[in-house]
Nanobody, 124 residues
Framework: QVQLVESGGGSVQSGGSLRLSCSAF????????MGWFRQAPGKEREGVAA???????RYADSVKGRFTISQDNAKNTLYLQMNSLKLEDTAMYYC??????????????????WGQGTQVTVSS
């Protein structure tokens, strides 16, 4: 079992920055992918960014160049640095962890554990 706890969400004006954190607890050493997903009201969940155990990263086209995913293995913590935030970034953001499944770490179905979510609200 892996438990994930997100923090760092909040309200920010358009163009601003936020850093999300996700602390992982439990049976983490077999985790292969860590990712951030988001879901806005009335929309489907979408992958935002992911990182695998080799340090390879993937980003949604909508956030490339603005968001950076990173992890501190010593602290079992995943981060998402979000810069130049836009109104359309408003959503509930979820941290997720996956064991190896042969995928690319970017589909929600690959993930085994999810955090409770943290709200990000961008205003004009």
């Amino acid at each position: 079992q892996v438990q994930l706890v997100e923090s760092g969400g909040g309200s920010v004006q358009s163009g601003g920055s936020l850093r999300l954190s996700c602390s992982a607890f439990g049976y983490t050493y077999s985790v292969y992918c860590m990712g951030w997903f988001r879901q806005a009201p009335g929309k489907e969940r979408e992958g935002v960014a992911a990182i695998d155990s080799d340090g390879n990263t993937r980003y949604a086209d909508s956030v490339k160049g603005r968001f950076t995913i990173s992890q501190d293995n010593a602290k079992n913590t995943l981060y998402l640095q979000m810069n130049s935030l836009k109104l359309e970034d408003t959503a509930m953001y979820y941290c997720a962890a996956a064991y190896y499944s042969g995928g690319y770490c970017f589909e929600g179905d690959e993930y085994n554990y999810w955090g409770q979510g943290t709200q990000v609200t961008v205003s004009s």
